[in-house]
């Protein structure tokens, strides 16, 4: 491989990588909350051609800045207002991504290591779902990578483009720092503040270095906020400042969780990957230097991000992403080392694949059943949440074929693991990462669109059915932002509609329609002029309807 044209290899990532991560973005709803919400901030800049500021619900939305929102705008403009157009970034972000890590892979070791990192990458669960996903985290994440992996190359002592290096990564840097805030200077911050803690400040910074890398950072990641504060906007600066001090001192509603939570999300999330990289954290001498520095500037980010996200009160399954790139780099020196007889495959390792595989096929070969045993869990009340008893009165639609993802990744996962020679490890793990790459494709495919009408369907379809009507909608004691993007609202004329009570008790110019969950219902009743018009998959359906001449303004 390593004889091969690296150009043509790299093609023949790109169009795989097409395949892998383009068809199919728009199968399913996107999901509440992340997807929803960064798609409906990108329809309304489309809709009100205010390009500047982040809106939900047509007023400033001021937990992320813009970048990530612009991209979809532009893809919008390409595709529609859809899907489709919202996840498209993302698939751009992987086929981006795959080509990045293989050039910087070869560059370090050659190309062999370069797809061996290609495939510990989109051979794992979680890594590839987020490039067929429309969440801000893809293209925050490879900013950040790229900016820690040029602060790598300005800290080489033989590097001969220091000034280039530190400039480049103040660009992707404050790349990241405007799609996602401040968290993405921090995490590269305080990786280098590890590694500078590491090797005693033994470094060489001129000054013009620092002050290069100072106004470029200034100028790209604080360009949308600079503007901000030059048209009057402090207080939406001001209120973003806020968000990102509670988000990181306090726990967001609906995402807390213990502090081994992201131990556990990358372990099982990244899987394989995240077995076959283990024997890679520990301590080995490498005959490269750079490749070397690589290593340790990988696994300082790696525990920087578990650690930091440990510590934020805030569980939320994609803060520890950023992590994929330390651990795949990690498992393809696992895998490279093994190949050169520098490392050993151990038996545990075995074990926990094939374990862990064994109770993901038996639960995705479970899940088409979820129709035939739901009524005898609802009968035997072993389930006491009324919303999710709502959730599984739905009918997934299931067919026989659709056990087949989970039993096939069974089946190829006994054979890589009995068929497949014990020493021909480099083949084994390349076959498992194949697999999982078909395995997860394959439950976006099927599984995915079925799962989603046990969980939102109702409410989706609900407010899909108000579009276009001269009515207002509103979800009411629950967060959503399927109202806006699926229900296709635009700028209230009447400023009142902002007003909780003015919706519930006031004089309304026109109809209410409101969703909420079903065990909070009860919120609902007594208002005047109040109708309940439907209960389905645990959501209720109300309409509050506006005084007429034909109607007694105190009726229900």
Same mark, same amino acid.
């Given at each position: ?297 990988? @696994? ?27 651990? @795949? ?64 009165e739905a009918s997934g639609g299931w067919r026989s074929f659709d056990i087949l993802p989970g039993l096939l990744f069974f089946i190829a996962v006994i054979f890589i693991f009995t068929v ?78 902002y007003d909780l009570n003015w919706l519930l008790l006031g004089d309304i110019d026109k109809d209410v329609y409101f969703a909420t969950k079903i065990h909070r219902r009860k919120g609902l009743?007594g208002y005047s002029r109040m109708e309940e018009i439907g209960i389905k998959n645990g959501y209720a359906f109300y309409v509050r309807r506006a005084k007429t001449d034909n109607v007694d303004?105190?009726?229900?």
């Amino acid at each position: 491989m390593n004889k091969h044209n690296p150009i043509k290899i790299q093609i023949i990532i790109a169009v795989l990588a097409a395949l892998a991560f383009i068809p199919f973005l728009g199968r399913v709803h996107l999901f509440d909350w992340d997807e929803i919400n960064f798609a409906e901030a990108a329809r309304e800049m489309i809709l009100t051609r205010n390009y500047l500021t982040v809106q939900i619900n047509f007023q400033p939305f001021w937990e992320k800045p813009p970048l990530f929102i612009w991209m979809q705008v532009l893809s919008m403009k390409v595709f529609g207002i859809n899907e489709f157009a919202a996840r498209f970034p993302n698939a751009i972000c992987g086929i981006a991504t795959m080509l990045i890590i293989f050039n910087i892979g070869r560059k370090l070791r050659d190309n062999f290591f370069g797809v061996l990192w290609v495939l510990a990458f989109g051979g794992a669960l979680l890594p590839f779902f987020y490039f067929k996903s429309g969440i801000i985290d893809p293209w925050f994440n490879l900013f950040i990578f790229l900016g820690t992996y040029f602060l790598m190359l300005y800290s080489f002592p033989d590097d001969k483009n220091k000034f280039r290096n530190i400039l480049l990564s103040a660009v992707f840097i404050g790349l990241a720092f405007l799609t996602k805030g401040p968290v993405g200077f921090l995490l590269s911050a305080l990786t280098a503040g590890v590694y500078l803690i590491l090797i005693r400040f033994r470094i060489k910074i001129r000054f013009i270095e620092i002050v290069g890398f100072i106004i470029v950072l200034v100028v790209v990641g604080g360009s949308w906020f600079i503007i901000q504060i030059l048209n009057g906007n402090f207080d939406l600066i001001k209120e973003f400042i806020v968000y990102q001090i509670r988000l990181f001192s306090t726990e967001d509603v609906g995402h807390g969780g213990f502090p081994g939570y992201h131990f556990v999300v990358l372990f099982f999330g990244a899987f394989p990957t995240s077995i076959i990289a283990l024997k890679s954290f520990k301590k080995e001498r490498l005959d490269d230097p750079l490749f070397s520095l690589m290593k340790k500037w990988m @696994t300082i980010l790696f525990w920087v991000v578990l650690i930091l996200f440990s510590i934020v009160r805030t569980k939320i399954m994609h803060y520890s992403s950023l992590a994929y790139f330390p651990l @795949t780099f990690l498992a393809a020196n696992s895998v490279y080392q093994i190949k050169h007889d520098k490392q050993t495959w151990s038996r545990w390792q075995t074990i926990l694949i094939v374990t862990i595989s064994i109770v993901i096929s038996i639960l995705f070969i479970s899940v088409p059943f979820i129709d035939k045993f739901k009524a005898f869990i609802i009968e035997k009340n072993l389930i006491h949440d009324q919303f999710t008893v709502g959730n599984l009165e739905a009918s997934g639609g299931w067919r026989s074929f659709d056990i087949l993802p989970g039993l096939l990744f069974f089946i190829a996962v006994i054979f890589i693991f009995t068929v497949l020679k014990k020493k021909d490890v480099l083949l084994r793990v390349q076959w498992l990462w194949v697999t999982i790459i078909c395995f997860t494709f394959s439950i976006m495919l099927v599984i995915v669109p079925k799962v989603e009408k046990y969980t939102q369907a109702a409410l989706i379809e609900y407010f899909q059915s108000l579009k276009g009507k001269d009515v207002y909608l509103k979800q009411i004691y629950f967060r959503s932002y399927a109202t806006y993007f699926y229900g296709e609202t635009k700028p209230p004329e009447n400023k009142n509609y902002y007003d909780l009570n003015w919706l519930l008790l006031g004089d309304i110019d026109k109809d209410v329609y409101f969703a909420t969950k079903i065990h909070r219902r009860k919120g609902l009743d007594g208002y005047s002029r109040m109708e309940e018009i439907g209960i389905k998959n645990g959501y209720a359906f109300y309409v509050r309807r506006a005084k007429t001449d034909n109607v007694d303004s105190d009726s229900k």
